[in-house]
């Protein structure tokens, strides 16, 4: 299915260099906002308790907050709105194992007076396992991209490799700064989000290398930024569609998946339209200011060929006995 029909190929090359300074000042401003406002680590990070605490009515919040600084261990306790108005979510650094006592009982007493509520929820990690985790998580993030260079590598070529990885840097890099400026929680859900993207991000860009390889073997255009602008035209269609779908899918999730997928679904919208900007107007870019050669492609995809015709011919003479 066409969506884009064109005559000629969209000149999209001869404006990389726009496109690299947008995608350059959005980098510098996600590095900013992760080194200067730093992350909001979630409980899974963080360590501490987490109480979901429903209300008949609207929560009053003040009170509440009134009700848990009456005890000094809970003085830096935090409360806020969990979804709707009924609903609140505190959160402690202390833990039922520290203080010795269940963190449910103790906050159903100390609520006792501010209303008729039902304890929904009991979380808690311990800050060991917090850092873990997130050691872990920054691991696997690290992992991932040097799995995806080994792969990109041995399909295509080291360029093609190290242009999908530095577009995949640029994506979650970005959609990390996202999460920081709107104060998104940093859990396990929104590292698995991070993880998506990534394999989002790679499969959109595998798509155009591959039409771009196929367009160096037969467009006769000598110019590698003539053959980007016609291959990335040729598969505007498909990405059009694909993340058009992807999107709405994930907006839905956003806009009525609820609170706790928030974070999820957030990470993921962000990391769905940067990938796909990313794809088009970062790695293709990148591969022709690393120095691709198509002259030099062309001369190995020549001599590849070349072999494989002499195997052929040499089984061909072996199975006719005459070898």
């Known amino acids: 299915m066409e969506v884009f029909k064109y005559k000629k190929p969209l000149a999209l090359m001869s404006k990389s260099k726009r496109f690299g300074m947008v995608s350059l000042t959005l980098l510098i401003i996600s590095l900013g906002l992760i080194f200067t406002k730093g992350f909001n680590y979630g409980l899974d990070f963080a360590g501490g308790t987490l109480v979901q605490v429903h209300y008949e009515k609207k929560a009053p919040i003040d009170a509440v907050r009134k009700a848990i600084a009456k005890d000094k261990n809970?003085?830096?306790?935090?409360?806020?709105?969990?979804?709707?108005?009924?609903?609140?979510i505190i959160r402690t650094k202390n833990s039922s194992k520290s203080l010795g006592k269940d963190m449910?009982?103790?906050?159903?007493?100390l609520l006792k007076g501010t209303g008729n509520f039902e304890v929904r929820r009991v979380d808690m990690v311990g800050a060991k396992v917090g850092s873990?985790?997130?050691?872990?998580?920054?691991?696997?993030?690290?992992?991932?991209?040097?799995?995806?260079l080994v792969y990109v590598s041995f399909r295509f070529e080291w360029r093609f490799a190290v242009?999908?990885?530095?577009?995949?840097?640029?994506?979650?890099?970005?959609?990390?700064?996202a999460v920081v400026l709107f104060g998104i929680e940093v859990n396990l859900d929104t590292l698995a989000a991070l993880l998506t993207i990534l394999g989002y991000s790679l499969n959109d860009t595998i798509i155009v290398f591959d039409r771009i390889r196929e367009g160096i073997r037969d467009i006769k255009d000598p110019n590698l930024a003539g053959i980007i602008d016609e291959s990335v035209t040729q598969t505007l269609s498909r990405t059009t569609l694909t993340s058009l779908?992807?999107?709405?899918v994930v907006l839905t999730l956003f806009v009525f998946g609820g609170e706790i997928i928030r974070g999820f679904s957030f990470t993921l919208l962000v990391g769905v339209v940067v990938g796909t900007y990313s794809s088009i107007f970062v790695a293709s870019p990148i591969l022709m200011w690393l120095g691709?050669?198509?002259?030099?492609?062309?001369?190995?995809?020549?001599?590849k060929l070349k072999r494989e015709k002499e195997k052929e011919k040499m089984r061909a003479m072996y199975e006719n006995g005459t070898l």
């Open 74 to 88: 809970y003085e830096s306790a935090s409360v806020t709105y969990f979804g709707n108005d009924n609903e609140i």
């Open 104 to 109: 449910g009982d103790t906050m159903r007493g």
């Open 245 to 248: 779908t992807t999107f709405f």
């Open 292 to 303: 691709f050669s198509v002259s030099e492609f062309r001369e190995k995809e020549a001599a």
């Open 163 to 177: 242009a999908s990885v530095m577009a995949l840097v640029h994506d979650v890099t970005i959609a990390m700064g």
């Open 132 to 148: 873990e985790l997130r050691e872990k998580g920054l691991m696997s993030l690290f992992l991932a991209i040097l799995g995806i």
